[in-house]
């Protein structure tokens, strides 16, 4: 059971083959017997996850089913849900239970979907390897089939090991600079950054506002489009929330792919890359062409100072948005403190981790009086340059492709000792969150027995055209069918 | 680039956050380094480039001025670590 897709679930679901009941208990057995090893959940929700199969059962018995109805899968920890904590992944929030649900737990709630629990994350989202979370590290179920402890990817590294292990079919998560496509890419799985502002951010703790954006993943491309389906649409509660119509993104999975237009950012293809990676990409890109795909390559001239811009930008938005952890209000809060301003840095100093706190100072430093237009202000020009660079490269081809990460998944406590080093972990997935443009990773082959993912970057809005080139890739290719055993 | 001890005495005053004095030579060396990363942003010619702060360009809405939510204090400070007779507590700031 816990090797169909959401697509295929659904179907028996609908024919009445299994109950919602019957699907939830099996991956809940599954998930207490096997996330030992992997530590992709912080928290599992067995009891509402029964409730929730059981009220599926009886909606889908009453002719209101929809897809989801009575589908496990689980939520980021980033997404906060009525009753059940929600951590992000920080001592800060370890016993935070939010009054009230994320946008994107009410639409899948109003679904009907069954959700399992909350996956590992970096705390705050700040991490490329998931090792920053305070609950613990998640370890990639690939690197175990060699017997090492490789990371699973960050910051949703927790959805992307879950989703890989079969633990769920489908899990939300986030990206501010990668932190969707990397892990999937990593893990071998399937996932989807949406345009900026195309999925709610409310109620999807911040991180820096400008970049973040939810998505999906799952193990193919018609799963995701089945999720963006529930999480995508016009929010009032999210002020940077786009107001525009939903496709749906699974009408347009079977287009044929004959004239697609391909990109190959030059920049994208140079020695940061290892060779073996390097291969894999050109490989599938074939695969494209052998669909009817042309291809060219293209040139992205600033993209060598996304990073740069991208660890300006960010902590200057997260020292902002974390500012509201002051143990006064809600979450945690240090012991005897002695007056307000031993409480407020105590319990900063206490709460948050290690690189959330690096990121705070570095963000306040850029911010702080003197340096504004120096490192803030350029940085949101460089910013502008950097979109250009896409929006010029989009009149000349309608995807572009290339590499997710310089190479697969790499050995725990490996890129801990120096910040710098796990920062260029996203050389290529961060100009994309700069841009707000969407973007998809999609399991494209092994190096020695890791996954490798492939990196499809849309014009705006157009997950619609990424979710049906994915999809055909998807139809002549099995790597998003492998297991790791 | 690279950041003095007293440059991150006062940065770390500014966001709140303590910082004891054995954490100062880790930070020196991290936060120099992550600086010298972003001063690459200082070789870019940006003259006449507008800042961009939304992909799109959007700007804020506007909604009439009505007043949409209701008051939900007993809930929100059921999850604060001290209240007293709805208000949240703590140390004493005025002798």
């Known amino acids: 059971m816990h090797e169909k897709t959401v697509a295929e679930l659904s179907r028996e679901l609908e024919s009445g083959k299994i109950s919602s009941v019957e699907l939830t208990r099996h991956f809940l057995d ?140 489908a899990a939300t998560a986030t990206d501010t600079g990668g932190s969707i496509r990397q892990p999937a890419a990593l893990c071998g799985v399937t996932g989807i950054k949406p345009t900026y502002g195309r999925v709610s951010r409310y109620g999807m703790i911040a991180y820096a506002s400008s970049l973040d954006q939810g998505g999906a993943m799952a193990r193919t491309a018609e799963d995701t489009a089945l999720m963006l389906n529930v999480m995508a649409g016009f929010d009032p509660k999210d002020s940077t ?122 963000g306040t430093y850029a911010l702080s009086h003197g340096y504004y237009d120096a490192y803030y202000l350029k940085a949101q020009k460089v910013r502008r340059l950097i979109q250009q660079d896409f929006v010029n490269a989009f009149q000349e081809v309608d995807v572009l492709m290339g590499p997710i990460s310089p190479s697969p998944a790499f050995i725990q406590g490996e890129k801990t000792d120096d910040p710098v080093t796990m920062y260029l972990e996203d050389i290529f997935t961060i100009a994309v969150n700069l841009a707000g443009l969407p973007a998809m990773s999609v399991p494209a082959g092994f190096i020695d027995g890791l996954p490798v993912g492939l990196q499809i970057i849309g014009n705006y809005f157009e997950e619609g055209r990424l979710l049906n080139a994915a999809h055909q890739f998807q139809q002549v290719t099995d790597w998003h069918l492998r297991e790791p055993r | 680039m690279s950041i003095s001890r007293e440059d991150i005495e006062k940065v770390a005053l500014l966001a709140r956050i303590r910082v004891d004095d054995a954490q100062i030579p880790a930070l020196e060396k991290d936060l120099g380094n992550i600086l010298t990363l972003v001063g690459q942003l200082a070789a870019a010619d940006t003259d006449n480039v507008e800042p961009m702060a939304h992909p799109l360009d959007a700007v804020q809405r506007l909604r009439p001025d009505e007043v949409t939510e209701s008051n939900q204090r007993e809930a929100f400070q059921a999850i604060a670590p001290a209240t007293e007779n709805g208000l949240y507590l703590v140390p004493k700031v005025i002798e």
């Not at chain 1, 992709?40 to 929809?66: K, P, V």
């Not at chain 1, 929030?93 to 979907?113: C, I, M, S, W």
């Not at chain 1, 960010?314 to 952890?325: D, G, I, V």
Request: net charge neutral.
């Open chain 1, 30 to 169: 599954r998930l207490k017997q096997e996330d030992g090893q992997y530590n992709s959940f912080i928290t599992i929700t067995e009891e509402q996850a029964l409730a929730e199969a059981r009220a599926a059962d009886e909606r889908r018995a009453a002719g209101q089913a929809t897809p989801w109805t009575g589908i496990p899968f689980a939520h980021k920890d980033i997404f906060c849900t009525s009753g059940v904590r929600t951590t992000c992944g920080s001592r800060m929030l370890e016993h935070f239970v939010p009054p009230y649900d994320a946008t994107v737990v009410a639409k899948f709630r109003q679904a009907g979907a069954v959700c399992l629990g909350k996956t590992n994350m970096d705390e705050f989202a700040m991490g490329s390897s998931n090792e920053s979370s305070h609950f613990g590290p998640v370890t990639n179920p690939w690197g175990l089939t060699r017997g090492e402890r490789r990371v699973a990817g960050g910051s949703s590294g927790g959805s992307a090991a879950a989703i890989a292990a079969r633990l769920v079919p």
């Open chain 1, 241 to 362: 929330s786009i107001d525009r119509e939903v496709p749906d993104y699974t009408a347009t999975l079977n287009e044929p792919l004959k004239g697609l237009r391909i990109g190959l950012p030059r920049e994208y293809f140079s020695d940061q890359l290892s060779p073996e990676m390097a291969t894999r990409i050109r490989e599938a890109v074939r695969e494209y062409e052998k669909l009817g795909a042309t291809v060219r390559e293209v040139s992205l001239p600033n993209a060598s100072l996304a990073i740069a811009a991208y660890y300006v930008i960010a902590p200057a938005e997260a020292s902002a948005n974390l500012s509201r952890f002051d143990g006064v209000r809600y979450g945690y809060r240090c012991d005897h403190p002695k007056d307000l301003m031993d409480l407020y840095t105590r319990t900063r100093a206490e709460g948050f981790g290690t690189e959330v706190k690096r990121r705070i100072l570095i």
